[in-house]
């Protein structure tokens, strides 16, 4: 095919083009002058046996009488599916706390409702020098509040708790921490509760991701993905036989109990961030098990926009393409559903939505992003309880091998592993660092 010719830029575009930048950074520049003046303030909140969904409300003295109601304003609320932990940051003021049960789910609080009002003994002054955490509220079933009639919390910010815990992910990333593979908060137990226990993860451990080294700029990023349950450590083994003299390992890590559309979108979020940061110009992936799910999502929403960077190489490992039919029987019988239960789910929305798109009713393959070359590795160590039914002690054959999958995959690799053995196979190692190195070759060096 014969080269279209480059369409010529003039000055007064080119200085329009670096005027725009330059006002991209002076709002990223204002953005974070004007949150290194926020607070944060934490703690959990208890309601005796109380199982239904708790709002909890930050509200603003405005000056004046701390008695007269008129004083005070709704600024943020939490939702929370049941008593537990909430989170809030706040620019500089003097700010208490209420709480409700929110017996009938409809996020606004009703007379005879449990309601913790405001206790003017216990203000917080915010401001950039003070934090103030682990405060504990506690609503009694005889609480009501001082206000006659409804408070409609709704109306100041419509939010469910599964929006509640995206933005939770936001607020607590980590963007580049440097750390090593001892590091606590990549312990097996973290990440297990992560399933069950979300919000604590994003407090007590942060999301993000995490460098093994300070950037360099001379070595090409492989951001790792984990799967459910999962941790950075791993990946140990195949990190520990990369080329670090080419290669600098980055390490996503999630709460697994959230929605997957919010983890790519925070991934998403957060690679632009690190882009904004570091001036990187390209990058590969490689992920295991429901990683693989998270990460295509990713890079449907990250390279389908204008001077992203490039993602020569992704990898899969043990993905379960297809779903999971364990999910689906939480989703029909267990007495309370984990978020991600409803995406792992066979023929859920948001499997569907990786492989499909619809125009004017017609469904069509929705591909990979243009100059993505996807390398499908899968395990078949275990054979299941039904004649010909082989898997990998955890996925089936069928999942990892689904044809949405394999209609992108450059090509397919099966490995005589089980579902974690896979990742620390002499075997995967040496065809990690092959396509890697062929990549580089190819592309040459980061930027």
């Not at 990223?28 to 290194?36: A, G, L």
């Not at 599916?81 to 049960?101: C, D, I, K, N």
């Not at 999301?207 to 001379?218: I, Q, R, T, W």
């Not at 275990?382 to 999958?405: F, W």
Request: aromatic residues 10%; glycine residues 8%.
């Amino acid at each position: 095919m014969k080269a279209q010719p480059m369409q010529r830029i003039s000055w007064a575009g080119a200085v329009a083009m670096l005027i725009c930048t330059g006002c991209v950074f002076q709002d990223v520049r204002t953005q974070q002058s004007k949150m290194e003046t926020f607070c944060r303030i934490d703690g959990s909140v208890s309601a005796g046996q109380a199982t239904n969904p708790v709002l909890v409300g930050l509200v603003r003295h405005d000056g004046g009488d701390l008695e007269n109601r008129a004083n005070w304003s709704l600024v943020d609320h939490f939702v929370l599916e049941s008593p537990g932990r909430w989170m809030f940051r706040a620019g500089p003021g003097t700010y208490g706390l209420v709480a409700f049960v929110d017996l009938n789910a409809d996020g606004v609080y009703q007379p005879g409702e449990p309601f913790m009002p405001v206790d003017t003994n216990e203000l917080v002054t915010c401001d950039s020098r003070h934090t103030h955490s682990e405060l504990a509220l506690f609503i009694t079933a005889e609480g009501r509040s001082r206000i006659e009639g409804e408070i409609d919390f709704m109306k100041f910010q419509a939010r469910t708790a599964n929006v509640q815990l995206n933005q939770s992910l936001g607020a607590m990333t980590a963007y580049g921490v440097v750390t090593t593979f001892e590091d606590p908060r990549f312990g097996e137990e973290h990440a297990t509760n992560s399933l069950w226990r979300p919000y604590d993860f994003i407090f007590d451990i942060g999301p993000g991701v995490y460098f093994l080294e300070p950037y360099d700029a001379h070595k090409i990023p492989v951001l790792f993905v984990h799967g459910i349950n999962g941790t950075p450590t791993n990946f140990r083994y195949l990190v520990e036989h990369l080329d670090r003299t080419k290669y600098q390992p980055w390490l996503y890590y999630y709460p697994s109990g959230v929605r997957l559309s919010g983890i790519a979108d925070h991934l998403d979020q957060t690679m632009k961030a690190l882009q904004l940061q570091h001036g990187f110009m390209q990058y590969h992936v490689i992920a295991h098990s429901m990683g693989g799910l998270v990460s295509r999502g990713f890079l449907l929403r990250n390279q389908s926009g204008q001077s992203r960077p490039r993602v020569p190489l992704y990898i899969t490992i043990s993905t379960p393409w297809a779903g999971h039919k364990a999910a689906e029987t939480g989703v029909n019988y267990a007495p309370a559903v984990v978020y991600v239960w409803n995406d792992m789910a066979p023929q859920s929305a948001y499997l569907t939505d990786l492989f499909f798109s619809n125009h004017n009713g017609v469904q069509a393959h929705r591909p990979l992003p243009a100059g993505v070359e996807h390398h499908l590795l899968f395990g078949y160590k275990h054979r299941g309880p039904k004649p010909g039914e082989c898997s990998d002690s955890t996925v089936t054959l069928a999942s990892q091998l689904y044809a949405g999958a394999q209609e992108d995959a450059n090509r397919l690799y099966g490995f005589d592993e089980t579902h974690m053995s896979i990742l620390e196979s002499m075997e995967t190692s040496r065809l990690v660092n092959r396509l890697l190195n062929d990549a580089f070759a190819l592309r040459g060096k980061p930027n």
